[in-house]
DNA sequence: GGAATGGATGAGAATGGCGG
DNA sequence: CCGCCATTCTCATCCATTCC
């Protein structure tokens, strides 16, 4: 125990100095064992490899990466995964290339990928001194797909995947990935944090929400003027900082993936999350269909939202009425008005699908009048209030409408009402 | 510069109530 | 039964975003 413990102590200790970048330039470039890496030949050639254990219980900003043992089942719902996901099953997966485009001129030079073993993460990043070495490396990796299940990737599914795919082709080599599942964390961090994040790239991501803080990042965008620079130079040390921005690339990967899965298990995350984020989250578990975590972040997301931003409540509302419960979506249009009407700029939506509730489902004719006259009402403040305002007299328009259909239904009514008496009437006069 | 994705927006069909 | 109108549902289409 002690022995693995100090091996694990030795390679954290060179990971670190690696990290650090004590790669000294009194080392004359040239030699791979200088950023960690080793040549690997197969029966394809050789290619260069780096690999990097990192122990479990480390802590990669928030969250030690142990966290996705035994949990990782969760993700399942972030896309529509069929098959059982485990934590040691997954490959996370990402490439650097030499452009963007996924077309015959764009070649990854270097796929990173990471892991779970019994005892550590492993990152495995594979780059190319030269085109030739390309076959090999990726002879290598579609071995590797082999003891996977799962594919986990940022954007992976239109970017790294398809051009990958493609070098499979022009190199004449089957794809052996096919039975890969491939959960894309690009997508669900989007609809997370559409709202609440500038952008979510995923360095952004991972500064704003994973604790994660680059120390010397090169952008992604770097890296192709950095292995051309690279392939005439021949130097090692110019390729570091892109081997050291994909690996933590890959680690973030992981640590985005144990984030997701604590929104599923770890309810007293909840408090943390911005307004919107928990709203978001209460979309997630509705469209998921999974109700007893939707009931949960829905009710503290009410009480939130009354000290908040009440204007929550009107998708909120919208959510309960595409479930056919319109009863709750009529309470939460109900509370929006009690607690903002009084302002003198607010949404109408309420009063306009309040007015439709009781005209169309209740037959309440004079309870739809009233919101439609209270209606009315805001959009007159609003009008005279800007002067742009052909938005504003179009809804006008629209409303004024309803409040004349609504005033001959309550007339023909009353009309109905006294011939029916009349009816009554005779048929009194009748028996008498 | 290519493409999967989800959200927003819109068009068209289906529904349903109402009056003639 | 038919025409009219408002609403709702279902697709279709567009648009921005993200990867190096």
Same mark, same amino acid.
């Given at each position: 125990?002690?022995?693995?413990?100090?091996?694990?102590?030795?390679?954290?200790?060179?990971?670190?100095?690696?990290?650090?970048?004590?790669?000294?330039?009194?080392?004359?470039?040239?030699?791979? =064992?200088?950023?960690?890496?080793?040549?690997?030949?197969?029966?394809? =050639?050789?290619? +260069?490899?780096?690999?990097?254990?990192? !122990?479990?219980?480390?802590?990669?900003?928030?969250? @030690?990466?142990?966290?996705?043992?035994?949990?990782?089942?969760?993700?399942?719902?972030?896309?529509?995964?069929?098959?059982?996901?485990?934590?040691?099953?997954?490959?996370?997966?990402?490439?650097?290339?030499?452009?963007? =485009?996924?077309?015959?001129?764009?070649? @990854? %030079?270097?796929?990173?990928? =990471?892991?779970?073993?019994?005892?550590?993460?492993?990152?495995?990043?594979?780059?190319?001194?030269?085109?030739?070495?390309?076959?090999?490396?990726?002879?290598?990796?579609?071995?590797?797909?082999?003891?996977?299940?799962?594919?986990?990737?940022?954007?992976?599914?239109?970017? $790294?995947? !398809?051009?990958?795919?493609?070098?499979?082709?022009?190199?004449?080599?089957?794809?052996?990935?096919?039975?890969?599942?491939?959960?894309?964390?690009?997508?669900?961090?989007?609809?997370?944090?559409?709202?609440?994040?500038?952008?979510?790239?995923?360095?952004?991501?991972?500064?704003?929400?994973?604790?994660?803080?680059?120390? $010397?990042?090169?952008?992604?965008?770097?890296?192709?003027?950095?292995?051309?620079?690279?392939?005439? *130079?021949?130097?090692?040390?110019?390729?570091?900082?892109?081997? /050291?921005?994909?690996?933590?690339?890959?680690?973030?990967?992981?640590?985005?993936?144990?984030?997701?899965?604590?929104?599923?298990?770890?309810?007293?995350?909840?408090?943390?999350? *911005?307004?919107?984020?928990?709203?978001?989250?209460?979309?997630?578990?509705?469209?998921?269909?999974?109700?007893?975590?939707?009931?949960? +972040?829905?009710?503290?997301?009410?009480?939130?939202?009354?000290?908040?931003? @009440?204007?929550?409540?009107? @998708?909120?509302?919208?959510?309960?009425?595409?479930?056919? $419960?319109?009863?709750?979506?009529?309470?939460?249009?109900?509370?929006?008005?009690?607690?903002?009407?009084?302002?003198?700029?607010?949404?109408? #939506?309420?009063?306009?699908?309040?007015?439709?509730?009781?005209?169309? /489902?209740?037959?309440? %004719?004079?309870?739809?009048?009233?919101?439609?006259?209270?209606?009315?009402?805001? +959009?007159?403040?609003?009008?005279?209030?800007?002067?742009?305002?052909?938005?504003?007299?179009?809804?006008?328009? #629209?409303?004024?409408?309803?409040?004349?259909?609504?005033?001959?239904?309550?007339?023909?009514?009353?009309?109905?009402?006294?011939?029916?008496?009349?009816?009554?009437?005779?048929?009194?006069?009748?028996?008498?």
């Amino acid at each position: 125990m002690s022995q693995l413990k100090n091996r694990l102590n030795r390679l954290k200790k060179t990971q670190a100095s690696i990290d650090n970048k004590v790669i000294s330039s009194h080392l004359k470039g040239g030699e791979w =064992g200088e950023v960690g890496a080793v040549t690997k030949t197969n029966a394809y =050639g050789s290619f +260069v490899k780096r690999e990097i254990r990192i !122990p479990l219980q480390e802590k990669i900003g928030f969250y @030690p990466l142990y966290q996705l043992v035994g949990s990782a089942q969760a993700l399942s719902h972030l896309q529509s995964i069929k098959s059982n996901v485990l934590h040691d099953k997954m490959l996370f997966f990402d490439t650097e290339t030499t452009g963007l =485009g996924i077309g015959a001129g764009n070649v @990854p %030079f270097m796929l990173g990928i =990471g892991y779970y073993t019994d005892d550590a993460f492993i990152v495995e990043q594979l780059f190319i001194r030269n085109p030739s070495e390309e076959l090999a490396m990726l002879a290598y990796i579609n071995e590797k797909f082999q003891h996977f299940t799962h594919l986990v990737s940022y954007n992976g599914k239109t970017f $790294d995947l !398809p051009l990958l795919k493609n070098r499979f082709i022009i190199h004449r080599l089957t794809y052996e990935g096919e039975h890969l599942e491939h959960i894309d964390l690009l997508y669900p961090a989007r609809s997370l944090w559409r709202n609440s994040l500038t952008t979510c790239k995923l360095s952004h991501v991972e500064r704003k929400r994973l604790g994660i803080h680059r120390v $010397d990042d090169v952008p992604g965008s770097m890296a192709p003027t950095l292995y051309f620079k690279y392939l005439i *130079e021949k130097d090692p040390n110019i390729v570091a900082d892109v081997f /050291r921005h994909n690996k933590v690339d890959i680690v973030t990967l992981a640590i985005l993936s144990i984030y997701f899965v604590s929104l599923f298990e770890k309810r007293d995350v909840y408090s943390n999350l *911005e307004l919107d984020e928990l709203y978001r989250l209460c979309v997630w578990f509705n469209n998921m269909e999974l109700t007893d975590l939707f009931q949960y +972040v829905y009710e503290l997301l009410t009480t939130r939202v009354i000290e908040e931003d @009440p204007n929550y409540f009107i @998708p909120l509302a919208m959510i309960f009425k595409k479930k056919k $419960d319109v009863e709750t979506s009529v309470s939460l249009w109900k509370k929006f008005i009690e607690l903002q009407g009084h302002q003198r700029i607010i949404n109408t #939506e309420p009063y306009i699908e309040l007015a439709k509730y009781y005209e169309h /489902r209740k037959k309440d %004719f004079k309870q739809a009048i009233y919101y439609t006259k209270e209606a009315e009402l805001r +959009v007159y403040n609003r009008i005279s209030l800007s002067k742009r305002n052909q938005k504003y007299t179009e809804i006008l328009q #629209e409303i004024q409408k309803r409040k004349n259909r609504l005033e001959k239904k309550i007339k023909s009514r009353v009309n109905e009402v006294d011939q029916n008496s009349v009816v009554e009437l005779r048929q009194v006069e009748m028996n008498v």
